[in-house]
């Protein structure tokens, strides 16, 4: 997951930073990048390094964990949108029980209408097709 954050045009950059400071950047230093990087830029206070991986920290209320969000690479947010709208058991989740499973996993700028986007085109191509089984490719990384 490391190689594929560092070769992504949004989160590279980012990772990269975080491996060089643990102090913010200045904003000149993000001016140039795409607005998903200047996005994660703002919300530095926020991620994390584990492992080479970049995460997202999520303060729980009322006494729970901290949640780690996994920082998505573009590569594998439509596969990961669809394993939390499919599941390989679950079956189809509803539409809203599906944001909610996107937002406690993962992170990235945009998600939540990539993931409106992908599970409305999802629902449509069942609708023509009337085919609702996985597609077993996208469940090999």
Excluded at 85 to 94: L, N, S, V
Excluded at 99 to 124: A, C, E, K, Y
């Amino acid at each position: 997951m490391s190689e594929l954050q560092n070769s992504d045009l949004d989160i590279g950059p980012i990772l990269r930073l975080c491996l060089q400071q643990s102090e913010q950047p200045r904003p000149e230093e993000v001016l140039p990048e795409t607005e998903a990087t200047r996005t994660l830029w703002g919300q530095w206070h926020c991620l994390v390094l584990r492992n080479g991986v970049l995460y997202r920290v999520v303060h729980a209320k009322n006494g729970r964990p901290v949640t780690l969000l996994l920082i998505l690479p573009v590569i594998k947010r439509t596969e990961f949108i669809r394993r939390c709208h499919e599941g390989m058991t679950a079956g189809h989740r509803a539409f809203l029980a599906t944001l909610n499973q996107v937002r406690r996993r993962g992170f990235w700028p945009g998600w939540r209408r990539m993931s409106i986007d992908t599970v409305d085109s999802t629902t449509r191509v069942v609708a023509i097709t009337g085919d609702d089984s996985p597609d077993q490719d996208h469940y090999n990384p």
